[in-house]
């Protein structure tokens, strides 16, 4: 048929809010539209921190793509994207082949590890429902088998290397986990360690110093001890080894040390830096016309010629802004440039704590963690109304 065939790649946060919009604008056949992920759920990254130490289950961060899109207007294949072949229009699916006229390519990012020798195979990140699955049961597993042999005390120490937000955030939940861990196993709490090494003269590099510093002496109560200005070099069987020598023995590693783009990116052909492609005004790859990419594999330079950082609000506002575009190119009227609206920052930091920016405005201890409660409210309103609220919002 005749009918453009428009292929969204990826249901996260860009996924998601491209094929709702898409849904909502596109006209009765006016466009086939098919949406690839690799799970029948949406997950919510924001939110993995909690079920990886687990202060929160699973399903709370993550809903049935069925119950996000209407599948009358848009054709969900759940398979995993093997290879975007560009020159034929086409992608490779492991089951499969989809062509495509319009494509957006939202698979999001993926651990960087920056070669640091260990780390791919010693080291958990936090990337998805599957891997927090392991981090969780990996720590309960460490507290069960201590019992089963007290000399070994590394077995109660966890490391989580990068204090940027990913390892701040999760570092806290950890530390309000471990006392609860510890009244499980019948655990001295004095015999646990939670360590958070970051590289940069500090935490969370680049954020307000004001916060930052509130935010390690509330993690610093909780029981956090930070190494920070050193880095990790290297990742064994038996531990952490740090620049300055040092070595941490421990059976957990967590990876917070950044992201880079997906290799599946740089596989296509596109012209990427770690993984992340420069796109255009109107958010299309170099030199292509109907090929689009969004969220953790797009860079974006601001004002100031510095790359916007990789986050879900970022994602969500090019993914509207992309459907805005494909129905604009089908209907052959003008494309809309860009523009991010940075609504603000807030990082959870356990219960009842976080920090935030918003504008010129800094909050934090209870007033931001309320602040974190109402973004994550009002990003379920967003993709799900009132219903999903009701269903997977975190109220306490
Ligand atoms: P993602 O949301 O990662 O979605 C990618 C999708 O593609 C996934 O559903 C995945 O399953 C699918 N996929 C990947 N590869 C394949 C494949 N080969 N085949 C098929 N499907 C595939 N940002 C904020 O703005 N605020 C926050 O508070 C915040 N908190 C965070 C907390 C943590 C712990 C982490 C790790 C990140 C946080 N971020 C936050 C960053 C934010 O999560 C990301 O920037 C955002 O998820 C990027 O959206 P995306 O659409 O590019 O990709
Ligand atoms: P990041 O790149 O922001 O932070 C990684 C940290 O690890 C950096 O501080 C870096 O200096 C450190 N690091 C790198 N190599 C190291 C080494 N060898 N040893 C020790 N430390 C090392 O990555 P992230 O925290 O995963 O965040 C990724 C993106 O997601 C960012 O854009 C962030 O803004 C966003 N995010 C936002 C929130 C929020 O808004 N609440 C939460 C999580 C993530």
Redesign the pocket.
């Given at each position: 048929s005749s009918i453009p065939k428009i292929v969204i790649?990826?249901?996260?946060?860009?996924?998601?809010l491209t094929a709702q919009k898409l849904q909502k604008e596109l006209n009765y056949n006016e466009a086939d539209v098919t949406l690839?992920?690799?799970?029948d759920y949406?997950?919510f990254?924001?939110?993995?921190?909690m079920p990886?130490a687990g202060t929160d289950s699973v399903d709370h961060s993550r809903v049935a793509i069925s119950r996000l899109i209407d599948e009358f207007k848009i054709d969900l294949v759940k398979?995993?994207?093997?290879d975007i072949r560009l020159f034929d229009k086409k992608v490779i699916?492991e089951d499969g082949t989809l062509s495509f006229d319009y494509l957006i390519v939202?698979?999001?990012?993926e651990p960087e590890s920056f070669g640091i020798p260990g780390l791919d195979n010693y080291a958990f990140t936090?990337?998805?429902i599957n891997s927090v699955r392991l981090i969780r049961q990996h720590i309960e597993y460490q507290f069960a088998q201590y019992k089963g042999d007290e000399s070994r005390k590394d077995r109660l120490n966890f490391v989580v290397g990068g204090a940027g937000?990913?390892g701040i955030?999760?570092v806290a939940e950890l530390a309000d986990r471990i006392p609860l861990l510890c009244r499980e196993y019948d655990v001295d709490p004095a015999l646990v360690h939670i360590y958070n090494i970051e590289a940069a003269p500090t935490a969370l590099p680049g954020f307000d110093a004001e916060l930052v510093e509130y935010a390690m002496d509330v993690l610093k109560k909780k029981g956090v001890t930070f190494k920070i200005g050193t880095a990790i070099k290297e990742c064994t069987e038996k531990g952490v080894l740090l620049a300055t020598d040092e070595l941490i023995k421990t059976a957990t590693v967590v990876w917070?040390g950044g992201?880079r783009g997906?290799r599946?990116v740089e596989a296509a052909g596109f012209e990427a830096m770690r993984g992340r492609v420069k796109i255009d005004e109107y958010l299309r790859a170099p030199n292509q016309e109907q090929i689009f990419i969004?969220?953790?594999?797009s860079l974006m330079l601001n004002s100031e010629g510095r790359p916007y950082p990789?986050?879900?609000?970022?994602?969500m506002q090019q993914?509207i802004c992309c459907a805005q575009n494909i129905v604009a190119l089908i209907r052959g009227q003008q494309l809309k440039p860009f523009h991010f609206s940075h609504k603000g920052?807030?990082?959870?930091l356990g219960k009842g704590e976080a920090i935030a920016v918003v504008g010129h405005k800094k909050y934090m201890g209870w007033k931001a963690a309320q602040l974190?409660k109402l973004?994550d409210l009002r990003y379920l309103f967003t993709i799900g109304g009132i219903t999903l609220v009701l269903r997977k919002g975190r109220f306490l």
């Open positions: 790649l990826g249901a996260g946060y860009g996924g998601i690839v992920n690799r799970h949406h997950y990254t924001t939110h993995l921190h990886a398979s995993n994207v093997q699916l939202a698979l999001g990012g936090i990337r998805s937000f990913s955030e999760f917070t992201i997906n599946l969004i969220g953790d594999n990789p986050t879900a609000q970022m994602a993914g920052t807030v990082a959870s974190k973004v």
